[in-house]
């Protein structure tokens, strides 16, 4: 069975400085790999996904994702945080179109001004 | 257009009480999923309806929990004799393509 590892539970950063979450999967073929956000109160929406091709995407509100098969990972990067960047990140990984997400324990980020 | 909802927003019952979530997905999305997000569980799925297709309920966590879906579009989750683990936020996805979009969550307390 898949599995999703983020080893970050809580990270801070500064308003302005780059950021990096950390994703790592386990899945004996390609998955689909996910980026969700959670603001609180709120539902999930959908930063970025990953099904082939190109390994770097890029997805909304400036974040972008690289899919490394050599190391089962799939990390978050943003150049530049702001505030409103705030919330729980959960990186999820399905094994085809149609099949459930399993998701990651979540990494909540606190951006500092 | 509108996106996943779901209602109640909240909801609190006392243990022992049955209990019925209610999701209304996107149009024309013909694939539904119920997850659960739990403190210290994190998210994790419940179970999946796909078009008229049996669904999947591998994720049910007992016989307690069980899901129907009407004609292709509402679905109800009904969660019976409630214990106090069962407390959570519920959440509803609708699926176009490989896209699972979520609704905004119904969070249970059970007392």
């Known amino acids: 069975a898949q599995s999703v590892t983020q080893p970050d539970i809580h990270i801070t950063v500064s308003e302005g400085a780059s950021l990096e979450l950390r994703c790592n999967y386990s899945?004996?073929?390609?998955?689909?790999l996910f980026w969700y956000v959670q603001s609180p109160g709120q539902g999930l929406q959908l930063l970025l996904k990953?099904?082939?091709?190109?390994?770097l995407v890029q997805g909304i509100k400036g974040f972008e994702a690289e899919f490394k098969r050599s190391q089962s990972s799939f990390n978050l990067r943003k150049p530049s945080v702001h505030w409103s960047d705030a919330a729980e990140y959960f990186c999820?990984?399905?094994?085809?179109?149609?099949?459930?997400?399993?998701f990651g324990t979540g990494t909540r980020l606190q951006v500092t001004l | 257009g509108a996106g996943v909802s779901q209602s109640p927003s909240n909801k609190v019952t006392e243990k022992g009480k049955d209990v019925e979530l209610r999701c209304d997905p996107i149009?024309?999305?013909?694939?539904l999923y119920w997850y659960r997000q739990s403190l210290g569980q994190g998210l994790e799925f419940l179970i999946y309806?796909?078009?008229?297709?049996?669904?999947?309920k591998s994720g049910l966590p007992s016989d307690r929990f069980s899901a129907e879906r009407t004609g292709g579009s509402v679905s109800t989750l009904t969660i019976q004799r409630t214990q106090q683990e069962d407390s959570a936020v519920y959440l509803c996805?609708?699926?176009?393509?490989?896209?699972?979009?979520f609704g905004p969550g119904t969070r249970l307390t059970v007392l």
């Open positions: 996805a609708s699926r176009t393509g490989a896209e699972q979009f």
């Open positions: 899945y004996g073929a390609t998955p689909y």
């Open positions: 990953y099904f082939s091709g190109d390994t």
């Open positions: 999820a990984v399905g094994v085809r179109t149609a099949s459930k997400l399993t």
């Open positions: 149009s024309g999305h013909t694939a």
């Open positions: 309806f796909q078009g008229n297709s049996a669904p999947d």
